[in-house]
């Protein structure tokens, strides 16, 4: 499946001012990294300091921004608009659109759907799939097979659930929603009244609700709430085995890395990011545009935007021992150098 | 759906020596939060120290310490108790049986059962789930849909399997346990021989053995054991997002958070917590009473019951790159301490 | 089951210049470690510095190496061979295959199987597994119950999936591979582009291709490639609760232990081991022969092959605080060094 040059401009007019340099009747065979594309590839050039690798490129045409619009149109034929990589990423959008086969908006008959559940005619459910009494799925919504849809939960508009996701009861996912296989919303929170060295259970009686455009990861778990909802603001988008405990909040467009932890009643902000393996301790707040390093800890809440980092430098083995065995000494290593100091200022004097 | 006060105080006086002060006649709609709850609601003073927060609230009734009785009956009603943590779980738990809508006693028409498991009949089995042969599936257990119970595995009594757990063959889990969507119990552990810089399997021949009223959270895995069984004990809380290796003991009324990974043969104590996202390497021992904070990672057995920590603390980016760049030089400065006493006693002499 | 000491033997003469010394005609019932065989066992001494254990030892037969033969032979019954670790790893394989009752070669007449999906016809499929169109199921394929292979998918022959295995559209799985219950392979990546505060997602255009005799652990996450294709070589161990990034690629025999993170487009090279909880941030490149311990954080790129470090070390809870707290002065600490030395060189003149 090919498209033309131009056909692919058109489609983006509306949204996009770029220009095409070349010859609108290219066919583009396939989208590709600027190293790696042949001649019939069309890819893009995400900043400009990597303009030198331009040349190179044996690309049919790239995507680049009007700072380069020089030795790009030296290469070949390219494409000239303000945000090349976001440009690009609605050619990926139409790719996808024009080569994967859609399913056929279909009931399969091998699906469970619950008399009691209310499914949009135009709406496609997988084989196996079950759906719960009192479910609500909605127009345009595709749920994949092996889908479990809990009793009273709901599925917003148009929204894409993939094979083996488990959305328990009474929980809801917005509109325009991706969520990729495996992932479990609405499992019981870990919440436990200690006694006499036993555990009591706290029956987790809050739901999940997530709003629109969230895509959450393969295998992720959103645990519901105790007695209030877990909330998953508009946009948020969460990676591949992430935990989110009972009544965390995560503001909207918010962005979490694979395999972050957040414990239970966290309120992470809007618009931050949390690097992959992080962990978020429980009970606290993080401000608006606050941005976790990948691995670092955050046991304090933190109400200023900006970036925070604390994970112990890799080294090479030998190195690490000596440093990290002295590191234990560190407190008594202060002590000594005040000493120092003191002792200093006495011969000094 | 609601309950009366009295009713309530009533189903727990076997247990509890509660008493209520306020109207028995109050209808409560829902559990909820000190500071959430409404006019309608119940709620609960976990801590006297929070006493301050009391007067605020619009609850119906509060659950509280007698050390708040006066204060709470000035605020209005209120169920005097000695637990009120404790207390409130068992209500939530009444909550659960009263509002939730069990699933009727019934094998869904679409499960597989092999005709050599032994299901009792009593058990209830859902849409698409799969027992293999020689499977027990003991009185009163609920397996939700899609679950896998392999062959010769057992469910005891009283157990609640969520949608999607895997059970491994010959893998067992006791009575009275809950497993949530996604978990996988029994499968093979991490096991090879090196040789010749490729891996030969070592087939894991040994089992996973679960005891009673233990709780494992979403997509959790536990793997069985090398040649004997992986051993966890009654009582214990496993958190979502678990890996357990192969071979590990975890001692009766232990409590694992999100995201922790225990590696294979390591033997954890009883009545330990570890928090989330730590690492417990392998072949080592926990003592009873260990208590491991998130992120730490545990490298030696641990024999003295206490409270364990080692993560990096967070910090700003510029503050974190400073101190963990000076890290790398921390062997040689203490030698530099070290010179400069030295020098000093010369100085002084 | 039981097997003659001489059939075990016999079975592995081929490949291993194994003697045995003792009784051929003993019964071995069950295989076990050193410490737990007992009269009817068969185990192995991993490392001649364990071999003071032998003497407590009730197993029946031992497999030693050549330099604890006379020790062993005192004892009682034992197979003398050079690498008697791999001898073992034989053994339980051909345990396994005398023990576990395969399933017998067919599919389950609940399967879906697309009508374009191509399945050699001694290949078994379990119960409720959906085999998509244009999906190629290769000879001597075993796919367990629950699983999905994806429009256009491929398995390779003799390849076995366990249970709740996603395989997703156009992604394959070499020869002779293992994936355990759960594993997700072939979600999209995490790939958004930002504007105006929000995310543009990129769709996810590329597979993911697995080399043959790969493992891969239970809840495993593989995503597939942006544009080109997320790679794992022959010969690859992943345990579970891995997530591997887009465009990922891992070179041939590299073991990764649980909860491991492996951040998009990092390429680790072959022979690596990567310990339980690591994880490496994305485009970097580590060379062949690294190992990684648990828990580091790999934030640059690794060319030297070498084993590789960086956690923070594990204390009492007093200590921790201690040392932590005073972390965060540790390049003022260093200033304050430097500022000594210079006053006693001042002072010394």
Same mark, same amino acid.
């Given at each position: 499946?090919?498209?033309?040059?131009?056909?692919?401009?058109?489609?983006?007019?509306?949204? &996009?001012?770029?220009?095409?340099?070349?010859?609108?009747?290219?066919?583009?065979?396939?989208?590709?990294?600027?190293?790696?594309?042949?001649?019939?590839?069309?890819?893009?050039?995400?900043?400009?300091?990597?303009?030198?690798?331009?040349?190179?490129?044996?690309?049919?045409?790239?995507?680049?921004?009007?700072?380069?619009?020089?030795?790009?149109?030296?290469?070949?034929?390219?494409?000239?608009?303000?945000?090349?990589?976001?440009?690009?990423?609605?050619?990926?959008?139409?790719?996808?659109?024009?080569?994967?086969?859609?399913?056929?908006?279909?009931?399969?008959?091998?699906? &469970?759907?619950?008399?009691?559940?209310?499914?949009?005619?135009?709406?496609?459910?997988?084989?196996?799939?079950?759906?719960?009494?009192?479910?609500?799925?909605?127009?345009?919504?595709?749920?994949?097979?092996?889908?479990?849809?809990?009793?009273?939960?709901?599925?917003?508009?148009?929204?894409?659930?993939?094979?083996?996701?488990?959305?328990?009861?009474?929980?809801?996912?917005?509109?325009?929603?991706?969520?990729?296989?495996?992932?479990?919303?609405?499992?019981?929170?870990?919440? &436990?009244?200690?006694?006499?060295?036993?555990?009591?259970?706290?029956?987790?009686?809050?739901?999940?609700?997530?709003?629109?455009?969230?895509?959450?990861?393969?295998?992720?778990?959103?645990?519901?709430?105790?007695?209030?909802?877990?909330?998953?603001?508009?946009?948020?988008?969460?990676?591949?085995?992430?935990?989110?405990?009972?009544?965390?909040?995560?503001?909207?467009?918010?962005?979490?890395?694979?395999?972050?932890?957040?414990?239970?009643?966290?309120?992470?902000?809007?618009?931050?990011?949390?690097?992959?393996?992080?962990?978020?301790?429980?009970?606290?707040?993080?401000?608006?545009?606050?941005?976790?390093?990948?691995?670092?800890?955050?046991?304090?809440?933190?109400?200023?935007?900006?970036?925070?980092?604390?994970?112990?430098?890799?080294?090479?083995?030998?190195?690490?021992?000596?440093?990290?065995?002295?590191?234990?000494?560190?407190?008594?290593?202060?002590?000594?150098?005040?000493?120092?100091?003191?002792?200093?200022?006495?011969?000094?004097?």
């Amino acid at each position: 499946m090919t498209l033309k040059l131009a056909a692919i401009v058109e489609s983006l007019s509306s949204e &996009f001012d770029a220009r095409l340099a070349g010859d609108p009747e290219l066919l583009i065979e396939r989208l590709s990294t600027l190293e790696q594309a042949t001649a019939h590839d069309l890819t893009f050039l995400s900043h400009p300091k990597y303009a030198g690798k331009l040349a190179q490129s044996a690309a049919a045409c790239v995507v680049v921004s009007p700072s380069v619009e020089a030795p790009a149109i030296q290469r070949g034929a390219c494409i000239i608009v303000d945000d090349p990589y976001r440009y690009f990423a609605r050619i990926t959008q139409l790719w996808k659109r024009h080569h994967s086969a859609e399913p056929a908006v279909a009931v399969h008959p091998s699906a &469970f759907i619950d008399p009691l559940a209310a499914v949009a005619p135009d709406a496609s459910i997988g084989a196996f799939a079950c759906i719960g009494p009192g479910a609500v799925v909605a127009a345009g919504v595709r749920i994949a097979e092996h889908c479990v849809i809990g009793r009273n939960a709901a599925v917003g508009k148009g929204s894409r659930l993939s094979a083996r996701v488990t959305l328990a009861e009474g929980c809801s996912v917005g509109e325009r929603c991706i969520v990729h296989p495996g992932a479990v919303i609405g499992a019981d929170g870990f919440g &436990f009244a200690p006694h006499d060295g036993r555990w009591e259970k706290i029956e987790q009686l809050g739901g999940v609700r997530i709003g629109n455009d969230v895509e959450i990861g393969a295998n992720t778990c959103i645990d519901r709430g105790a007695l209030q909802d877990t909330v998953i603001e508009d946009g948020v988008k969460l990676d591949n085995l992430i935990q989110i405990g009972h009544n965390v909040h995560i503001g909207a467009h918010t962005a979490l890395a694979g395999c972050v932890g957040v414990a239970g009643s966290a309120r992470i902000g809007a618009h931050c990011t949390i690097g992959g393996g992080a962990v978020v301790l429980g009970h606290l707040a993080l401000a608006d545009h606050v941005h976790i390093s990948a691995a670092s800890v955050v046991t304090r809440s933190i109400l200023k935007p900006g970036n925070y980092t604390g994970f112990f430098p890799i080294d090479d083995n030998a190195g690490w021992e000596k440093n990290a065995a002295t590191l234990k000494q560190l407190h008594a290593l202060r002590e000594k150098i005040k000493q120092l100091e003191k002792s200093l200022k006495g011969s000094a004097a």
